[in-house]
């Protein structure tokens, strides 16, 4: 299974469901296919620089039948910043939303960390946007195929104007992204399990429990704050989260 999604993603082609052909189901065995993957890329040199959060919308939960998020890595080699136009080629179904980033301070190794231990860890934050992507045809996923697809990970891109968590209403920050100029995703910090920090502690405990705690310097997608949009060569994205300057950026072919 591993080899069947490492190969979709190096030549550019879909697969159907690995919980289709291969009767994945189990949450333990679908990350056990992304630790494979994970492993070989990190051979390969790629270079992990955070984690994602998938699943913080209890209405996405809910259509999938489970409880609780899950997560996925963010490399570096698919890292983007304000401004930069972003090749949609290394993507198969690119789709894009928008979501709050804390960038670590210092680490988070306990399973049972607190709220408080978490907000004294981090060293800012700063909107942002994910790209999601999927190597299952169609987007066709059940949970076991977004976590054996590294929580349908994409890239990434972080504006430029990073704050101190005291700083914002993280939970009732309004956000808009446009494309092209139309209005396309409007959301609010609440939609991520409540608030952006309860979805990064679950990480951040998730992390530690598993053997691969938040470090110094990791970068942390918290959660789409609205829903996510589809991407084109040629598109142009504005994203504006209350308290952070509005940031962009653009795809091509």
């Not at 988070?108 to 800012?124: Q, V």
């Amino acid at each position: 299974m591993a080899d069947a999604l490492y190969d979709a993603r190096r030549i550019g082609k879909s697969i159907p469901p690995l919980s289709a052909t291969y009767g994945l189901a189990d949450p333990v065995a679908a990350y056990g296919v992304q630790d494979i993957n994970t492993g070989r890329w990190v051979a390969e040199g790629r270079r992990i620089v955070g984690r994602k959060i998938g699943l913080t919308s209890k209405a996405v939960q809910q259509q999938l039948g489970v409880s609780e998020p899950d997560y996925g890595m963010l490399w570096g080699d698919l890292a983007y910043k304000d401004g930069d136009e972003i090749s949609v080629k290394p993507f198969l179904q690119p789709r894009i939303e928008a979501e709050i980033a804390f960038v670590m301070e210092s680490e988070i190794r306990s399973p049972d960390a607190t709220l408080t231990e978490l907000m004294s860890a981090i060293g800012y934050a700063l909107a942002s946007v994910e790209i999601v992507d999927s190597a299952i045809a169609d987007w066709k996923i059940t949970l076991a195929d977004t976590i054996a697809d590294n929580a349908s990970a994409g890239g990434f891109a972080l504006g430029t104007n990073p704050r101190k968590i005291c700083d914002v209403d993280l939970k009732l920050c309004g956000m808009l992204m446009s494309r092209n100029g139309v209005h396309a995703s409007l959301g609010v910090g609440a939609a991520c399990l409540g608030h952006p920090l309860v979805a990064a502690l679950w990480l951040a405990r998730k992390m530690a429990e598993v053997g691969r705690p938040l470090e110094a310097g990791d970068i942390v997608l918290s959660g789409a704050l609205g829903p996510m949009v589809s991407v084109a060569a040629g598109d142009y994205f504005t994203v504006e989260i209350q308290g952070f300057s509005p940031f962009g950026v653009s795809f091509v072919a």
